[in-house]
Nanobody
Framework: QVQLVESGGGLVQAGGSLRVSCVAS????????MGWYRQAPGKEREFVAA????????YYADSVKGRFTISRDNAVNTLYLQMNSLKPEDTAVYYC???????????????YGKGTLVTVSS
């Protein structure tokens, strides 16, 4: 079992930046891929970004490519998502996830946190 706790959400103006974090505990988290997903009001959860266990390979949704950067620090079991040039359409609850890393990440991972809300005002 893996436990994931997100933090860092908040209110930011369009064009601004925000970094959300996720602390992982439980099984050998450093051996798993990790990712970020988001769910906007009235919409289904969607894939944002994922990173492999070592942090040297990552994959992004087209909607955030070039604006968001995923990274991880296995020494402290923490996953990050740096979000720049934020847009109102980025408003959502952001969920940290862990599981297998590969083409299937766009459909989801095994474990999820409870989420942190990011609101981008216009």
């Amino acid at each position: 079992q893996v436990q994931l706790v997100e933090s860092g959400g908040g209110l930011v103006q369009a064009g601004g930046s925000l970094r959300v974090s996720c602390v992982a505990s439980g099984r050998t988290v450093s051996s798993y891929g990790m990712g970020w997903y988001r769910q906007a009001p009235g919409k289904e959860r969607e894939f944002v970004a994922a990173i492999n266990w070592s942090g040297d390979n990552s994959y992004y949704a087209d909607s955030v490519k070039g604006r968001f950067t995923i990274s991880r620090d296995n020494a402290v079991n923490t996953l990050y998502l740096q979000m720049n040039s934020l847009k109102p359409e980025d408003t959502a609850v952001y969920y940290c996830a862990a599981g297998s890393y590969g083409p299937s990440v766009v459909r989801g991972m095994t474990w999820y946190g409870k989420g942190t809300l990011v609101t981008v005002s216009s």
